[in-house]
Nanobody, 126 residues
Framework: QVQLVESGGGLVQAGGSLRLSCEAS????????MGWFRQAPGKEREFVAG???????FYADSVKGRFTISRDNAKNTVYLQMNSLKPEDTAVYYC????????????????????WGQGTQVTVSS
């Protein structure tokens, strides 16, 4: 049974930083894509960032230059460093794992991922 467990969410003031972690257990991933999504109240789940096995990354325009996704394959863990946070970044953040590598366009779609974490709340106050 594959589990993705997120941690690191919380309450922060605008301009602050948070680092989210997502550790996978039950399976060692190899040559796959990992992603971060978020969902604000009343809105659809949206793509935030994705990373392929060898480290190539892709970001939503809304977070480009502020967020950094990284992965430690030996630890089966993916991270999301969030800097210069804004109130509009407030959402539940979800980690997702695909069983294979995804193309640049495919990694934007939640349906392309096979496993999801339970989510961690990020709240940015103004």
């Amino acid at each position: 049974q594959v589990q993705l467990v997120e941690s690191g969410g919380g309450l922060v003031q605008a301009g602050g930083s948070l680092r989210l972690s997502c550790e996978a257990s039950g399976r060692t991933f190899s040559r796959n894509t990992m992603g971060w999504f978020r969902q604000a109240p009343g809105k659809e789940r949206e793509f935030v960032a994705g990373i392929i096995w060898i480290g190539g990354t892709f970001y939503a325009d809304s977070v480009k230059g502020r967020f950094t996704i990284s992965r430690d394959n030996a630890k089966n863990t993916v991270y999301l460093q969030m800097n210069s946070l804004k109130p509009e970044d407030t959402a539940v953040y979800y980690c997702a794992a695909a069983q294979r590598e995804l193309s640049l366009m495919t990694m934007l779609r939640p349906s392309a991922y096979d496993y999801w974490g339970q989510g961690t709340q990020v709240t940015v106050s103004s």
